[in-house]
């Protein structure tokens, strides 16, 4: 008797219409959440969630398996260190602190890694990408540097990374367009003076040829794709305006002093 009442139930018009809303939904979700780039976060070996947004990245678009990662530390924690360890990429990672090189450098000695040690500025860095073999078009570039990351990036115009990961300073709010003066020699000091907000690394990479596609849940690191793998990527091109996120702890610095520039 159960039998034949869920059939009729099954075969009626409104159990029909049910599924179909709840299958709708569904798909509506999963839509949703291929289009969103913090549904894909996920920490191994990285500080937030970026190692979920870049295996997901580097599974939709091509790529050779080749980094640079500039700030490190000692490598134990960085956007890289997954996929040098687990995922045999091959690469460049550059720090400038004594001590954390010194650990960077036995961590990494039998992986395909070449460590740096380097203070690295808008003159010396395309000089040490040279050096170390860098090829123009690599895949990733990641720079974490507490300071003059904006001109960096800047600098290295004449290399092309498919993505690319910069810290941006969330304390300068979603729509100012400024960075840090700079200096050669700067060094964080534990202050909210560092970095560049988000529109004007937004601004930068539009001149260079990349798309803000989002920012991590912490409001830490921006993501650009460069703009001809957008179309492949799936995530949509984003406003800073969207894609800003506040950064509680940096917000509890004291200001720092320094000035600021518009770029």
């Given at each position: 008797m159960f039998g034949s009442l869920a059939r009729a139930i099954s075969q009626s018009p409104a159990f029909r219409w049910i599924a179909l809303k709840s299958r709708g939904r569904k798909q509506r979700r999963a839509l949703a959440k291929l289009n969103d780039l913090n549904a894909y976060e996920r920490r191994v070996l990285s500080q937030n969630g970026e190692d979920g947004i870049l295996a997901e990245?580097?599974?939709?678009?091509?790529h050779h398996r080749y980094f640079v990662e500039i700030g490190v530390e000692d490598g134990e924690q960085c956007n890289a260190a997954l996929l040098a360890r687990r995922y045999g990429w091959r690469g460049v990672m550059i720090e400038?602190?004594?001590?954390?090189f010194e650990r960077l450098s036995t961590t990494y000695a039998s992986l395909p890694v070449t460590c740096v040690q380097l203070l690295v500025d808008r003159e010396n860095v395309g000089a040490a990408f040279d050096a170390a073999g860098v090829p123009r078009s690599l895949d990733l570039l990641s720079i974490d540097i507490d300071g003059n990351d904006y001109y960096v990036w800047e600098a290295l115009r004449s290399f092309s990374p498919s993505v690319v990961v910069i810290e941006y300073n969330a304390s300068f709010g979603p729509r100012k367009s400024v960075t840090i003066e700079y200096n050669p020699q700067h060094g964080w000091q534990r202050t909210r003076y560092y970095g560049a907000s988000l529109t004007a690394l937004a601004k930068l990479g539009a001149r260079l040829g990349y798309g803000l596609i989002g920012t991590d849940r912490r409001g830490i690191n921006a993501f650009f794709v460069r703009r001809d793998l957008l179309p492949i990527c799936g995530f949509a091109e984003k406003a800073p305006q969207q894609s800003w996120r506040p950064?509680?702890?940096?917000a509890l610095l004291p200001k720092g002093s320094g000035r600021l520039v518009e770029p």
């Open positions: 990245l580097f599974a939709r678009i091509p400038a602190d004594d001590a954390c950064n509680i702890l940096i």
